[in-house]
């Protein structure tokens, strides 16, 4: 008797294990997408940018050749932006849901913006059919929880969105020894 329950304990800590590998190992591809995201960012690369967005926003725009003009025109605009550091942050939360998987990652920036600086947090919601190739959607202060169901469906309510926060006047240093994550719902 004593056999047995040994097995069934040592098998339920080997399926807890590998379960916690293979997240692991999606948060680590989710996050590398999120690092490839921020360096095309960086290089104003709207072309490839676009290839990580979710499909909803590209159809929303009226397509990626649409999408990718909007994108190189809202910067243009931003022309007195300058972007000083980014940061890559955690993922906050992966799970798997409707035959997908669903996580949201945190990152930080600082930018100056006709000579004040702001520094902040944003958070991207990160979906993917396989856990290799990640589709993005940002979450912005303009977004709502039902907002963001209409734009994505098939969004679990199982996520919790975090709330964008920006301050003017503070480094990203500055605003990390006071960042405190919030959510929306």
């Given at each position: ?71 190189h025109q809202t910067m243009n605009a931003l022309e007195s932006a300058k972007f000083d550091a980014f940061k890559n942050g955690r993922v906050l939360q992966i799970i798997k ?89």
């Amino acid at each position: 008797m004593k056999r047995y329950l040994f097995a069934a304990i040592f098998i339920s800590l080997a399926a807890q294990l590998h379960a916690q590998f293979d997240t692991l190992s999606i948060s680590k591809k989710a996050s590398a997408s999120e690092d490839s995201l921020i360096a095309l960012f960086k290089r104003k690369d709207w072309h490839n940018y676009a290839n990580y967005m979710h499909s909803s926003v590209i159809e929303m725009i009226g397509g990626k050749e649409k999408f990718v003009a909007t994108l190189h025109q809202t910067m243009n605009a931003l022309e007195s932006a300058k972007f000083d550091a980014f940061k890559n942050g955690r993922v906050l939360q992966i799970i798997k849901a409707n035959n997908q998987y669903q996580c949201v990652i945190e990152s930080f920036m600082q930018m100056t913006l006709n000579g004040n600086i702001i520094s902040g947090s944003s958070y991207d919601l990160a979906f993917s059919d396989d856990g290799d190739k990640w589709t993005f959607l940002r979450i912005d202060q303009s977004l709502t929880p039902e907002t963001i169901k209409l734009l994505v469906p098939e969004i679990s309510g199982d996520l919790k969105l975090p709330k964008s926060q920006f301050q003017q006047g503070k480094t990203l240093e500055e605003f990390m020894k006071t960042y405190q994550l919030e959510y929306l719902n």
